[in-house]
């Protein structure tokens, strides 16, 4: 790799890596503040008026646009606080879909509420706005995070539909004209597609065709970039299909990814790597996360690569995940010779 | 002859009414009714004084404490504890004791349902006794068989962050090799460091019976190996009974390990994935179909399938108990491996509710025992 200067091109080791990696973001949902749990606390008791609670999340929504402008994150996430889990805006909207019982979330002491599947599935108006402060990030270029429709339907209990296959195009459809909408109505530059099934176990040949079609199904309608991340488990599950499956961006959940697994194949795509653990609460120097990012683009070589956190930030208190954040900027900025 | 499905709790009862943080009337009388309910000595001076304003909040415990076990004695149980009256929970109270930990916020557990996440920031170490005072006061007062609930190392530290241990794996080949390092050491720290003082110390002052509470034993069966170990360093040569509690988790995670844990019960949850129905057949009784699984592998602990669902304020009758009992010893093929348990704490269930289906679960066991025996 080498950096253009003039007419003249110059190898070096440093400004190889700057231009590589290409971006620095956050792959999930962030953190409420003790603060926010309070009121929102409030809220269902009936002791804090919508009114409140939406003007609480108003402001800590802002705060976290705030923090990552600060760091230098390349594209914003919102925050979405009012997002219970992954599936909530879904389940409580969509006719057909209902939120039914708590249900662990993988292997960590969080639960979601298991989407239940009564009845065919469509979109109908818009989904998400309700659940977000689209003017925390104004118009600045954001991104959405939700789940991979596969990854959907698969965490879901379907009572409906005959075919898996027909609920997870559904869905897909569903994810496709509310990426169309948010792109309507804000500067949504991409769409992160969270997919921890994918990387679970090894998909069968029908299972990663279903994958590809319901991203192509979402390309369709949304001219961002699709951003499909995986964590929690070992990406070479999904190789070398995954880099194959239509995403611009792919994401490696690096605290639960053998590097060995991965040198034996040729990463042709633009990588995510989530080098920042969001489960843990140790902050990681700066002089570690760019040693990290410097050793698998080496081993790698993809033709660019993304910096970030492994997967959602709301597994820690949210000063550590501020101080995580901080520390990711200063070593995007490092790595990219800025 | 040993007594067949002996009957047992799970460790946590909701807080009596007196430690409320505002006492009215309301908490008074009720205190009043249990307190004469129950048989506890002496409640009217309780009573007076929560009447008069004139009492300590210290001794409040120490009341409650009372009132617990008695609850569980007067509804006729075999093994009891006081229903963990001075812990805040199963998590934070012990976590409170162990240098090393500090709290840096909440955490979601699901929804606005937030817990305090202490990070280990240093080597783990007791900073004091967590269980001792209370069980010296437990042992004082009660007239049966008492089992101490303790949190087990592997629960604590899968409910932790492990961050200096994480720090002391800098140099790993790998983030995830780093991770995978740093969780194993935090593990086998709590438990050498702070659990099985903990648990010695119980021993030594006559605690007979300890339950390791591990709810978070199957969240990650590639460590399964590692649970056996902590829980093994834990117990190993200490003087005991250990049963170990888990709950609403998948058991089938827990096979081939746990026949290599030194332990004497497992406890786990199963009223809740059963129906309500009597009878014997697979169907009624789906929620103990696991049970073959402990055979099939040739357990000989002894195990306790939750006969009370302790999430619904439905109250199983006798006859339920009584064959959700027949039924698991019939699957487990000998009816003295089965102890008459409650799936869980009965920590979210109103007393009027808890005291019911005690009193029905030991019915329920005696019924049991009057079928089987003839």
Same mark, same amino acid.
């Given at each position: 790799?080498?950096?253009?200067?003039?007419?003249?091109?110059?190898?070096?080791?440093?400004?190889?890596?700057?231009?590589?990696?290409?971006?620095?973001?956050?792959?999930?949902?962030?953190?409420?503040?003790?603060?926010?749990?309070?009121?929102?606390?409030?809220?269902?008791?009936?002791?804090?008026?919508?009114?409140?609670?939406?003007?609480?999340?108003?402001?800590?929504?802002?705060?976290?646009?705030?923090?990552?402008?600060?760091?230098?994150?390349?594209?914003?996430?919102?925050?979405?606080?009012?997002?219970?889990?992954?599936?909530?805006?879904?389940?409580?909207?969509?006719?057909?879909?209902?939120?039914?019982?708590?249900?662990?979330?993988?292997?960590?002491?969080?639960?979601?509420?298991?989407?239940?599947?009564?009845?065919?599935?469509?979109?109908?108006?818009?989904?998400?706005?309700?659940?977000?402060?689209?003017?925390?990030?104004?118009?600045?270029?954001?991104?959405?995070?939700?789940?991979?429709?596969?990854?959907?339907?698969?965490?879901?209990?379907?009572?409906?539909?005959?075919?898996?296959?027909?609920?997870?195009?559904?869905?897909?459809?569903?994810?496709?004209?509310?990426?169309?909408?948010?792109?309507?109505?804000?500067?949504?530059?991409?769409?992160?597609?969270?997919?921890?099934?994918?990387?679970?176990?090894?998909?069968?040949?029908?299972?990663?065709?279903?994958?590809?079609?319901?991203?192509?199904?979402?390309?369709?309608?949304?001219?961002?970039?699709?951003?499909?991340?995986?964590?929690?488990?070992?990406?070479?599950?999904?190789?070398?299909?995954?880099?194959?499956?239509?995403?611009?961006?792919?994401?490696?959940?690096?605290?639960?990814?053998?590097?060995?697994?991965?040198?034996?194949?040729?990463?042709?795509?633009?990588?995510?790597?989530?080098?920042?653990?969001?489960?843990?609460?140790?902050?990681?120097?700066?002089?570690?996360?760019?040693?990290?990012?410097?050793?698998?683009?080496?081993?790698?070589?993809?033709?660019?690569?993304?910096?970030?956190?492994?997967?959602?930030?709301?597994?820690?208190?949210?000063?550590?995940?501020?101080?995580?954040?901080?520390?990711?900027?200063?070593?995007?900025?490092?790595?990219?010779?800025? | 002859?040993?007594?067949?499905?002996?009957? =047992?709790?799970?460790?946590?009862?909701?807080?009596?009414?007196?430690?409320?943080?505002?006492?009215?009337?309301?908490? *008074?009388?009720?205190?009043?009714?249990?307190?004469?309910?129950?048989?506890?000595?002496?409640?009217?001076?309780?009573?007076?004084?929560?009447?008069?304003?004139?009492?300590?909040?210290?001794?409040?415990?120490?009341?409650?404490?009372?009132?617990?076990?008695?609850?569980?004695?007067?509804?006729?149980?075999?093994?009891?504890?006081?229903?963990?009256?001075?812990?805040?929970?199963?998590?934070?109270?012990?976590?409170?004791?162990?240098?090393?930990?500090?709290?840096?916020?909440?955490?979601?557990?699901?929804?606005?349902?937030?817990?305090?996440?202490?990070?280990?920031?240093?080597?783990?170490?007791?900073?004091? =006794?967590?269980?001792?005072?209370?069980?010296?006061?437990?042992?004082?007062?009660?007239?049966?068989?008492?089992?101490?609930?303790?949190?087990?190392?592997?629960?604590?530290?899968?409910?932790?962050?492990?961050?200096?241990?994480?720090?002391?794996?800098?140099?790993?080949?790998?983030?995830?090799?780093?991770?995978?390092?740093?969780?194993?050491?935090?593990?086998?720290?709590?438990?050498?460091?702070?659990?099985?003082?903990?648990?010695?110390?119980?021993?030594?002052?006559?605690?007979?019976?300890? =339950? *390791?509470?591990?709810?978070?034993?199957?969240?990650?069966?590639?460590?399964?190996?590692?649970?056996?170990?902590?829980?093994?360093?834990?117990?190993?040569?200490?003087?005991?009974?250990?049963?170990?509690?888990?709950?609403?988790?998948?058991y089938?995670?827990?096979f081939?390990?746990v026949l290599?844990?030194?332990?004497?019960?497992i406890?786990?949850?199963?009223?809740?994935?059963?129906?309500?129905?009597?009878?014997?057949?697979?169907?009624?009784?789906?929620?103990y179909l696991i049970l073959k699984m402990f055979r099939e592998y040739g357990a000989r602990f002894k195990i306790?399938p939750?006969?009370?669902?302790?999430?619904?304020?439905?109250?199983?009758?006798?006859?339920?108990?009584?064959?959700?009992?027949?039924y698991s010893a019939k699957l487990l093929g000998d009816p003295?491996l089965v102890?008459?348990?409650?799936?869980?704490?009965?920590?979210?269930?109103?007393?009027?509710?808890?005291?019911?289906?005690?009193?029905?679960?030991?019915?329920?066991?005696?019924?049991?025992?009057?079928?089987?025996?003839?």
């Open positions: 790799m080498s950096v253009y200067l003039g007419l003249v091109f110059i190898e070096d080791s440093a400004a190889n890596c700057g231009m590589k990696i290409s971006g620095c973001h956050l792959a999930g949902l962030y953190p409420r503040s003790d603060q926010l749990f309070t009121v929102m606390k409030k809220y269902m008791r009936g002791t804090a008026s919508r009114d409140e609670l939406l003007a609480a999340v108003r402001e800590e929504s802002r705060d976290i646009v705030k923090i990552q402008k600060k760091a230098g994150m390349t594209v914003l996430i919102e925050g979405q606080l009012l997002w219970h889990d992954h599936f909530r805006p879904f389940s409580e909207t969509i006719t057909g879909m209902e939120p039914g019982p708590l249900t662990r979330w993988f292997d960590n002491n969080v639960f979601y509420k298991k989407p239940v599947i009564v009845g065919e599935l469509s979109w109908n108006k818009p989904i998400t706005t309700e659940y977000l402060v689209l003017e925390a990030v104004g118009d600045e270029a954001w991104k959405v995070v939700m789940p991979e429709p596969f990854t959907f339907a698969s965490l879901s209990d379907n009572r409906h539909y005959a075919r898996f296959d027909e609920l997870v195009i559904d869905i897909a459809g569903i994810i496709a004209k509310e990426l169309s909408h948010l792109e309507d109505v804000s500067r949504l530059v991409m769409a992160q597609l969270s997919g921890p099934v994918l990387v679970q176990r090894r998909l069968d040949g029908d299972s990663v065709e279903l994958v590809r079609q319901g991203i192509e199904i979402i390309k369709k309608s949304f001219g961002g970039e699709v951003f499909l991340h995986t964590f929690f488990s070992d990406f070479s599950n999904a190789l070398p299909w995954i880099l194959d499956s239509g995403a611009d961006l792919i994401g490696i959940d690096m605290t639960s990814t053998n590097m060995d697994g991965l040198s034996s194949y040729d990463i042709d795509r633009p990588i995510y790597v989530g080098i920042v653990d969001s489960r843990n609460s140790y902050v990681e120097p700066v002089e570690e996360l760019v040693n990290a990012a410097q050793t698998l683009l080496d081993m790698l070589d993809p033709p660019s690569m993304h910096i970030g956190t492994s997967a959602d930030l709301d597994f820690l208190p949210r000063p550590i995940a501020d101080r995580k954040v901080m520390s990711l900027g200063v070593a995007y900025r490092d790595l990219r010779g800025e | 002859m040993t007594k067949l499905f002996p009957t =047992q709790e799970v460790g946590s009862l909701l807080r009596a009414p007196f430690l409320k943080k505002m006492i009215t009337e309301r908490e *008074i009388l009720e205190t009043e009714y249990w307190g004469r309910l129950l048989g506890v000595d002496g409640y009217e001076r309780l009573v007076e004084a929560l009447r008069a304003g004139r009492y300590v909040r210290e001794e409040l415990y120490d009341w409650a404490s009372i009132f617990g076990i008695r609850f569980f004695e007067s509804a006729g149980l075999d093994v009891v504890w006081d229903g963990e009256q001075r812990r805040v929970e199963m998590y934070e109270h012990p976590m409170r004791n162990i240098e090393g930990a500090v709290f840096y916020g909440r955490v979601k557990v699901w929804d606005t349902e937030t817990y305090n996440k202490a990070a280990i920031t240093s080597e783990p170490r007791l900073t004091r =006794q967590i269980y001792l005072d209370e069980f010296l006061f437990a042992k004082k007062h009660a007239t049966r068989e008492l089992k101490v609930p303790v949190t087990g190392p592997y629960t604590l530290a899968d409910w932790s962050f492990p961050e200096y241990h994480y720090a002391v794996h800098r140099e790993a080949k790998s983030i995830m090799e780093r991770k995978r390092l740093a969780r194993r050491d935090l593990v086998l720290d709590l438990a050498v460091k702070v659990l099985r003082p903990v648990v010695k110390s119980l021993s030594e002052a006559g605690a007979k019976r300890i =339950q *390791i509470d591990e709810p978070a034993a199957t969240t990650k069966p590639e460590e399964m190996e590692l649970f056996v170990e902590a829980f093994n360093g834990v117990v190993s040569g200490i003087d005991a009974k250990f049963t170990l509690h888990v709950c609403y988790s998948d089938t995670k827990l081939p390990h290599e844990l030194k332990m004497d019960e406890s786990i949850e199963c009223a809740n994935r059963d129906t309500h129905y009597p009878g014997l057949d697979d169907e009624k009784r789906r929620g306790a939750g006969v009370i669902d302790v999430h619904t304020d439905f109250i199983e009758s006798p006859e339920l108990v009584r064959d959700r009992l027949i003295s102890i008459a348990c409650n799936d869980c704490g009965l920590r979210t269930r109103r007393w009027e509710v808890a005291y019911k289906k005690e009193l029905n679960l030991v019915e329920g066991a005696r019924l049991a025992r009057e079928a089987w025996e003839k």
